[in-house]
Every structure is written in structure tokens, then in C-alpha cells.
């Protein structure tokens, strides 16, 4: 039996998110409409599907059904690699709109937690409570030194391992 990349990506993400780490705390307030568009990945410690990615988007639509309509694009293997889509969907599983289920296949939803949110919505920092991935992205596709410092220096203080935190490559916009 063959099990498809997505498949494998599920399993493995709800594996690894059963933690018996203490809960990673969130931004206190998620103006959820707001966060809804595209996010730059700057750097992450990525999954399978994301090793060698570039260009990588992420990008949000709150539907109708109060589920987030979530597309993430990347370019495989170089800047000008064969674009990849992949079409998960959030689930918001609280009122602080901050802690949301990410499901890439039925019935799995990953975890997955606004920990990091500027007031501005321009940075923000996707973590998970087995800290074994995280995302650190931006509303363009590049940022300051001293942003990714601060951030990478954020993560950190999470418990994350940031010597496998992975910076993406963008294409000049």
C-alpha cells in the first residue's frame, strides 16, 4: 500500500504532537480577519515537504464555516523549481483565535499556535507544543537583521533547538 506524501505529513505531525512538554502559551488575541492573507516563511525548522523549498508562502482565507482556507506554495529544490501546493485547513479551536488544528488529511489536525504576533500583523511565529517545528514568517519576503535576530532569539526562549531553524530563500519581488 502506498501512502501519499500528505498522508505520511499527517501521521507524523500527530505523532509527534502528542507532547508531554508543558503548553506553549499563544498571543493573548488573534483579530483573526486581520491575520487572513499571505505570510512570507523567512526561516522554519521544516517539515519533510519543506525541506529544499523556496519561495515559500503561506497564505489564509477564513471561510464562511469559521475554517481557515489555507494554500501553501513553494518552489522545489530551487528559486526556480516546479511550484508545489499544498491545501490544508485550519480548524480554530479557541476565542483567542490563536490555537488552531491544521488538518492535511481527515481526521488528523496537527497543532498548531499563533505564539508570536507584532501589533502591527507584519511578524509572526507559528509554533507547536512539541516544539519540533516552527515558523517564523513575515507579510514580505524579506526582513531586517535585527527582526530575525530578535525572532530567532524568540524562538529560542520557546525551547526550540535553533541550530535546525532554516532560513528560506525568496526571489527578488
Not at 10 to 37: W, Y
Not at 89 to 97: A, L, Q, T, Y
Request: charged content about 25%; glycine content about 6%; hydrophobic content about 40%.
Amino acid at each position: 500500500m502506498k501512502l501519499s506524501k500528505m498522508t505520511l505529513l499527517a501521521a507524523v505531525l500527530f505523532l509527534l504532537g502528542c507532547s508531554n512538554q508543558k503548553p506553549m502559551a499563544t498571543v493573548e488575541q488573534v483579530d483573526i480577519e486581520r491575520f487572513m492573507g499571505d505570510w512570507y516563511v523567512i526561516a522554519n525548522i521544516p517539515t519533510f515537504l519543506e525541506k529544499d523549498a523556496y519561495n515559500p508562502i503561506e497564505s489564509y482565507r477564513l471561510d464562511a464555516d469559521g475554517t481557515v482556507a489555507t494554500t501553501f506554495t513553494f518552489n522545489a529544490g530551487a528559486l526556480d523549481g516546479e511550484q508545489k501546493v499544498y491545501q490544508p485547513r485550519g480548524f480554530i479551536r479557541d476565542s483567542s483565535n490563536a490555537i488552531w488544528g491544521m488538518q492535511f488529511i481527515w481526521p488528523i489536525k496537527a497543532d498548531y499556535r499563533i505564539v508570536y504576533l507584532d501589533k502591527e500583523y507584519q511578524y509572526t511565529v507559528i509554533g507547536r507544543n512539541n516544539r519540533d517545528y516552527v515558523w517564523i514568517m513575515a507579510r514580505a519576503p524579506q526582513i531586517s537583521e535585527e527582526r530575525y535576530m530578535a525572532l530567532e532569539s524568540f524562538v529560542a526562549e520557546l525551547g526550540y533547538d535553533i541550530t535546525q531553524l532554516q532560513k528560506a530563500e525568496h526571489s527578488a519581488r
